[in-house]
């Protein structure tokens, strides 16, 4: 670590040092940890998960080198966020909150950035300069997110429905036959864990906007979308098709719906590891606008 920095526990006039360094793009982070404001950062301790005890700052005569906290995900798994102005700082973050996690039986947590807003930060997160240095520390990866968003210039023409197929809302008389479409269309662990009755009662909640489905000829769910929005913003939460309705086009012809349906909204969604959907988002407009290696280091 820098020869003059010490790491020591955070307090309130130390609030305005950690938003200007979190502003500072030279600087390295992990987590995910953006650009805070005064404000952002004490709300951001106000939350009750995020554990005062493991908050440390880095600082020198100079003023501060550093900043990490973690947020608590389950009782024997926290989430770790960082920025520092060099490696050596990093390095001193990294080592003394995965020792005190450890030693409470926790396992942690954090992720690196290739690309972040939109900027690409390092064409693969293999050269992130951290990646090496949490390796050694016995961070392995887990898993990859990446978040895209739909550019308008990008989109193609739209292509028509097949016409074996019809577009209609949700209707609960169709849960049965949904419910089918979601458990053959998504992997065992992406429901793992959740109970039948919750999943059901998102579809049962969804607005009428934000949810719908697309029936064959027969009658049955073959696909459908569900969404969310804001004013401002669009997420395409879930695109599921009956695995034996594939490649007929019924995928596209949803996100183009949800594409005019969230109008003039940015449109985003996030896609897990290598989900061969990627290449339908990137034919129909959306580009990755961010991109996350999460890594976990296991108390043994």
């Known amino acids: 670590m820098n020869a003059f920095a010490t790491l020591r526990a955070v307090g309130p006039d130390d609030v305005a040092g950690i938003a200007e360094l979190t502003a500072n793009d030279a600087c390295v982070r992990w987590g995910g940890l953006t ?14 998960q995020f554990l005062r005890a493991f908050i440390r700052i880095a600082e020198s005569k100079n003023g501060l080198h550093g900043y990490s906290d973690v947020y608590q995900v389950s009782p024997k798994l926290v989430r770790f966020h960082g920025i520092a102005t060099d490696l050596e700082v990093a390095h001193a973050l990294i080592d003394w909150t995965c020792t005190k996690a450890v030693s ?12 972040d807003e939109g900027r690409t930060l390092y064409s693969r997160i293999s050269d992130h300069p951290l990646y090496p240095l949490l390796a050694e520390r016995g961070f392995v990866p887990v898993s990859t997110t990446r978040i895209m968003r739909f550019l308008p210039k990008n989109r193609l023409e739209k292509r028509d429905m097949p016409t074996s197929f019809r577009m209609v809302p949700f209707d609960e008389t169709l849960l049965t036959s949904l419910m089918d479409t979601y458990y053959a269309a998504w992997p065992k662990d992406y429901y793992l864990g959740e109970e039948e009755d919750e999943i059901t009662d998102i ?31 669009g997420v395409i939460d879930e695109v599921a098709v009956y695995p034996m309705h594939r490649r007929k086009g019924i995928a596209e012809a949803l996100v183009n719906l949800a594409i005019d349906s969230l109008e003039d909204r940015t ?33 043994r």
Not at 37 to 45: A, C, G, I, S
Not at 268 to 289: T, W
């Open 203 to 233: 579809f049962k909640q969804a607005h009428a906007d934000d949810l719908r489905l697309v029936l064959s000829d027969i009658g049955d769910v073959a696909g459908y979308i569900l969404l969310d929005r804001t004013p401002e913003l």
């Open 267 to 299: 449109i985003s969604l996030v896609l897990m590891d290598e989900n061969p959907a990627r290449h339908l988002y990137e034919k129909l407009g959306f580009i990755v606008h961010e991109e996350r290696l999460d890594l976990i280091c296991v108390s």
């Open 35 to 48: 650009r805070l404001t005064e404000e952002l950062l004490t709300d951001r301790w106000r939350e009750l």
């Open 104 to 115: 409470q039986g926790m396992n942690v947590q954090t992720g690196l950035s290739a690309k």
